[in-house]
């Protein structure tokens, strides 16, 4: 089946530095990937859609300034969360969509990676 | 607009018993309904779905059938399992893969031995 991979899974950092999050598509092409955020026990909140070659699409209430994203081919997508806080600290998940993909055609999801800021 | 909405939980069941998990939706267009479980620390894993009305999506001895009438998505298993303990969520998209999807709250679900 089609895997979706994110580096890294855990990261520490200080206040203040940037964080980079890349998110792989394995085995396929994706024209378009997802960014999520979770905080514990909620659900996943849509930060940004991002789509291959293009800017991404940010959902109200996210600040693009501070959520870089890049979809420089079709099987990359990084989330960069600059000049993070202690706010920033979540659970990052992203999901990529097959291209072409038709109705009903699922997303895959990554593993996710947990930001924690010191 | 969009939206998803599941019941509350968390549900602690007892191995063997049934499970139903509630999941109304309200879509602008004819959508397609998900529902993703969670094990502890990782990502979303589809679970089943459904692109039309009446259609059953079934995996893993869960079953959900897609309900136009009363716009439903309803989860079900006969017996659960401890490693079924997990948190589900239900879900929407209207559109292709690359439309986005629109989740319910996600519910925990606790099997006890």
């Known amino acids: 089946g089609a895997v979706v991979s994110q580096h890294p899974s855990w990261v520490i950092c200080k206040s203040g530095t940037s964080v980079k999050i890349e998110c792989r598509s394995l085995?396929?092409?994706?024209?378009?990937m997802f960014w999520y955020r979770q905080f514990p026990k909620q659900s996943l909140m849509l930060m940004a859609t991002?789509?291959?070659?293009?800017?991404?699409?940010?959902e109200q209430g996210v600040e693009k300034d501070k959520f870089l994203i890049n979809h420089a081919s079709l099987t990359l997508s990084t989330l960069t969360v600059t000049s993070a806080h202690p706010e920033d600290s979540s659970f990052y998940i992203c999901?990529?969509?097959?291209?072409?993909?038709?109705?009903?055609?699922?997303?895959?999801f990554g593993p996710g990676t947990r930001l924690l800021v010191l | 607009g969009n939206s998803v909405t599941q019941m509350e939980g968390p549900v602690t069941l007892s191995e063997e018993a049934f499970l139903t998990i509630n999941c109304t939706y309200t879509?602008?267009?004819?959508?397609?309904l998900f529902w993703y479980v969670q094990y502890p620390g990782e990502g979303l894993q589809l679970l089943l779905k459904?692109?039309?009305?009446?259609d059953k999506g079934s995996n893993k001895g869960f079953e959900a059938t897609y309900r136009k009438e009363t716009t439903s998505f309803h989860l079900e298993k006969g017996s659960v399992q401890v490693s079924d303990s997990a948190v589900y969520f239900c879900?929407?998209?209207?559109?292709?893969?690359?439309?986005?999807?629109?989740f319910g709250k996600g519910i925990t679900l606790s099997v006890r031995p």
């Open positions: 879900a929407l998209s209207v559109g292709g893969a690359n439309s986005k999807l629109t």
């Open positions: 085995d396929f092409q994706a024209t378009t």
């Open positions: 991002s789509n291959e070659g293009s800017k991404a699409t940010y």
């Open positions: 459904a692109t039309k009305a009446d």
């Open positions: 879509a602008t267009g004819y959508p397609s």
């Open positions: 999901s990529a969509g097959l291209a072409g993909g038709t109705r009903g055609e699922t997303q895959y």
